[in-house]
């Protein structure tokens, strides 16, 4: 047993607050409170901000006001806004009321923008220059507020006299500069922005895309309100990329192994009712053909064969969509491409995997006819698959609906309706035809 | 059609290079390697950085030698090296013997990292400062050797005389320190730093996990010989987080929509391959019981209901798992909390499944047996897609594979097979003793 012996609140606070998160995560939540009111805010307050997001909600609402205001007084206003957006409206009045006014107005600033925005992820501590002021003025007016100044600032921001954002320099451009030069002769002018209400899914694509280390957010005056950092970003990317993959099967995007059974099942059953409700489906189309398999029941050994392959192929077209969609390099055109691809790739696979189906098939039951039906199935089913693979995720984006959303079910849901019906629709048609009454 | 008017070189030049990548790489590849070719190649250079690997291992090896050298003239070392490595030995050999020698020896070295590790990733561009020198020498120095820095370097390296790393200083720490203090006095002693041989999936982990910047890379000697940046790592984290969806259905981990099929075919086909072959293991279930459904025909209408909800549930399962692993957040002790949740789940949903399912059978047939052959064929295999959803990726874990290799091909065979063996054996006990012959 791993955690057989306590944890030491002392030992605890000398380690990273993503280790010290990491360990208190495991142990219940009662015992995890109890830690963190035992450390120091320094490491504590930190390690709260780093819990994941369902142990993080139930510690904060289950701590005493009190104490949470002191967890949150060495944080930047930004952690501090998001651990109080887990409150709820009376709870978070509380909280905000017992912190020092200097924090609570910008707390409050802060909470008003949607958790998702820019102005939700971007911190508000950066650092402005004048444009008038000389480089030498600038740097010792800097080496006065160091105490504001955190280690992974790397631009600061040149404004005008309305505080509208002019220019940037970084810290280098300061070292190299003359120092009798103004700031305004050595900024560059060339400055990529974000506004308050900017995506973060479409922001974090643009830290990957043109690999920024962080950008300046603006309100509609055009002044510096914030700063987006690409180490803020990294974990919102690698979050939002894979979140997907939990969409596609009816997961909610933030279940963790972690995540205690009692959160799971309210979360997960709905999505499996769903996913019964379209079952039912493929079944209704079995069940048309009854009167077929009761003649012929060798067909209901191939129903798997069926349904596996078209859901296998079906979800490989489909994966590589919506990935492509989450890494934000889908362009317009691209739809009517993969379709094309797709459809190619259907009639190649199709061919491939029925030749070898029906071969095996044939020698298995011993009936060619039964081995040209199961290939002609398997075309059909493996071009349904590339086609439902495409049209799923670009018609849910188009509906505005998250193109994983639930995607792989309504995927196997077609490939299975539409590979039965062919099988079992074939076998029928042969059986009137082709075999002596 | 969005393609429709030719793309001038002169107004793509214009462009942000991951733009221009964006541009080139849905066009064929010879009108790509044209327009490459008309551009200066300051941003050619960087816009075949920027391309997608398929398309991009097509541009290198098309391009004559001296037109590669010409366009890597503008890059960084690292990213010469990683387009280079893309070659075949001899063709390989040919374009480092036109660089020049102040690149082709960096150029050389870094080939001998591996891909994937932090030789393979860092960028050799970096700035040293010597432990003696004062702050002021230090400026002085950095100064004239301004055209070496770029501009996304936060901080320096301070190294003893044997080159060796001592500590760090941030360009900000230099313009704070007062001109005549030393860089020892100045400099932060604790840094983390990264081995030639880590792993990129691990340092992208603790790039999110830390929230680091940059981090320096040491040889066996303890110097500095390069620095890995969380702008390069943003990009890497997306891909890896985002590999192992396509590894689960059986995808390369690097397909796109843009992948031309004939790429993709021989991709995909082995695993469906692979796919057909587990599913002749579910139809051999269903062939063992075939006299069962003579008798029955009503079963085989509930084989796609059987087989569709224990896929899907051992889906949500096996991908909550997945995940985890691949954001690293699974501690050794995990394995069995994650066992003990999915058996519960699996328990609650098959109960409330099995009830709605063996409900409606009732109804639709007629017959109470059928439905509670449904309802406990229904508990047993949501249990086993528990099970399978857990087992999987950690014994593909454990036997050194990636846990998400055609991890959900395994999955739906494990959860046919023992759908359709709990339900027909069941029907088929049934018959036996409840049934009058």
């Known amino acids: 047993m791993e955690t057989n012996h306590p944890v030491k609140p002392e030992e605890l606070s000398q380690q990273h607050p993503a280790d010290i998160a990491d360990t208190l995560q495991r142990l219940p939540v009662e015992e995890g409170l109890t830690l963190l009111q035992a450390m120091p805010a320094e490491p504590a307050g930190h390690a709260l901000v780093e819990l994941e997001y369902d142990y993080r909600a139930e510690v904060v609402a289950s701590l005493a006001p009190q104490e949470l205001v002191r967890l949150v007084q060495p944080l930047e206003h930004h952690e501090t806004a998001d651990l109080i957006a887990e409150l709820e409206g009376r709870s978070r ?16 600033t802060l909470l008003d923008y949607p958790e998702d925005s820019a102005g939700g992820i971007m911190s508000d501590r950066f650092v402005t220059l004048s444009m008038d002021e000389s480089v030498e003025r600038s740097q010792e007016r800097l080496r006065n507020s ?17 505080k509208a954002l002019k220019g940037i320099v970084s810290f280098r451009d300061l070292v190299f500069a003359a120092p009798g030069s103004k700031v305004s002769a050595i900024m560059r002018k060339q400055v ?16 990957a895309h043109y690999h920024y280390l962080g950008l300046p957010v603006l309100d509609d005056q055009d002044r510096v309100v914030g700063v987006v950092r690409s180490s803020d970003v990294l974990e919102i990317a690698r979050e939002e990329a894979t979140e997907d993959m939990q969409l596609m099967v009816g997961l909610s995007g933030e279940e963790r192994v972690l995540t205690s059974w009692k959160k799971s099942l309210p979360r997960r059953l709905p999505w499996l009712l769903v996913n019964l409700a379209t079952a039912f489906a493929a079944a209704a189309v079995v069940g048309m053909y009854e009167g077929v398999i009761a003649q012929w029941t060798a067909l209901a050994v191939f129903l798997p064969i069926i349904a596996g392959q078209g859901g296998n192929a079906g979800m490989q077209t ?14 317009p055109g691209d739809g009517r491409r993969a379709l094309v691809k797709e459809l190619i790739l259907g009639i190649a696979n199709g061919l ?7 071969a095996v098939s044939y020698l298995w039951k011993g009936s060619a006819l039964l081995g040209w039906i199961v290939f002609a199935a398997m075309v059909l089913n493996q071009l349904a698959a590339g086609l439902a693979g495409v049209l799923i995720p670009f018609t849910l984006k188009r509906l505005r609906v998250d193109p994983a959303l639930a995607s792989s079910i309504f995927l196997t849901t077609i490939t299975d309706v539409a590979g039965f019906f062919f099988f079992l629709s074939l076998a029928a048609l042969a059986m009137r035809w082709a075999l002596p009454q």
Chains 1, 2 share one sequence.
């Open 93 to 108: 009045e509380q909280i905000i009321q017992r912190l020092p006014d200097d924090v609570a107005l910008p707390v409050r």
């Open 146 to 162: 160091e105490t504001f100044l955190s280690d992974d600032i790397s631009y600061l921001y040149v404004v005008d006299a309305k």
């Open 192 to 207: 990529t922005c974000l506004r308050l209400w900017d995506d973060q899914e479409e922001i974090s694509r643009q830290f």
């Open 318 to 331: 489909l994966t590589v969509i919506i990935r492509d969609m989450a890494l934000g390099e889908i362009s």
């Open 352 to 358: 491939a995997i029925g030749l070898v189906v029906g």
